[in-house]
């Protein structure tokens, strides 16, 4: 079993960046693929990026497409959503989610960190 833990959350303004970290207790994130999700107040949960076992494969919403860039280091146990070019929009809490090989879900999530972006 695997624990991811967000970090990198914050308030920046439009068009800024941050950087999202997610880090796990237990077992290694590279058993595991790693998805970004993110949910704003009112709304449902929705998937923002997604990166394989090895890094070789993402995949990303149309919303962020062009603007976010999810990575892994395995040797550091981290995967990373780099957010460029900030919306209003993209004001939510983000989770980072891993997934065991054969899993048609998502099997641990994390407790979420906020992002807010101001006008």
């Known amino acids: 079993q695997v624990q991811p833990v967000e970090s990198g959350g914050g308030l920046v303004q439009t068009g800024g960046s941050l950087r999202l970290s997610c880090a796990a207790s237990?077992?290694?994130?590279?058993?595991?693929?790693m998805g970004w999700f993110r949910q704003a107040p009112g709304k449902e949960r929705e998937f923002v990026a997604r990166?394989?076992?090895?890094?070789?494969?993402?995949y990303y919403a149309d919303s962020v497409k062009g603007r976010f860039t999810i990575s892994r280091d395995n040797a550091k146990n981290t995967v990373y959503l780099q957010m460029n070019s900030l919306r209003p929009e993209d004001t939510a809490v983000y989770f980072c989610?891993?997934?065991?090989?054969?899993?048609?879900?998502?099997?641990?999530w994390g407790q979420g960190t906020q992002v807010t972006v101001s006008s």
């Open positions: 989610a891993a997934q065991r090989v054969w899993s048609s879900t998502y099997d641990y």
């Open positions: 237990g077992r290694t994130l590279s058993s595991y693929a």
């Open positions: 990166i394989s076992r090895s890094g070789g494969n993402t």
